[in-house]
């Protein structure tokens, strides 16, 4: 939500082909060379399409996140048939994907069999524009809250993005901050507070 609207990703058409078959309730979980080459291959570019940050709340992949989730927006369980779809994947911290998502319900309308007409209760990573949702506050760094000056649904998407995924907590807020802090100084002074803040005691 903090990177600007994602660009969509794409496997290669023969693999795509191969692991539609597999979109089926219990599909993501299949041992086959098909899902295994299918994960294996999209989730490094996720992550650099992500600029190797969590895609809902932010947080750097490589600040002390000890594991990197592939989430699906519309859930797996109740949305079998896009479970493949690269535009229903994301990269995400554990926190975002297991604590505060994990299988709640985000579509608000699947009728449509083209994934991108379909509406969301949240903002969507890949079809909608953070910045037409949310604004920050510039006087007290890193908090966020939703734009003022929009319509009913995009406001009630954006209010239940920021509570879904604690976008205003103040763990979110010291961190968003830091960042700020990091690169608004020289990288050489930078990397030595950071060496130094990591330094342990012996
Ligand atoms: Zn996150």
Redesign the pocket.
Known sequence: MFNGKLNRVQVDPALQNRVNAYNKYGGWGSQCNAVTEFKTTIKPLLIKNQSGL?A????DFNDGIRQIHMDHIANKANHTTVIYNPDNLVC??P??NMDFKEDIETVTNCTSSDYSKWEFNIVHPYFDDPADFFEYDYITPGFIRNKKGINDVNRRKAINTIRL?ELDSDYLLSKRKEKMFYNSVPKSISDIIIKISRYKRR
């Not at 809902?56 to 947080?59: A, D, E, F, N």
Request: one cysteine or more; hydrophobic letters at 20%.
């Open positions: 969590c809902y709340c932010g947080l995400s911290c926190r975002c995924f």
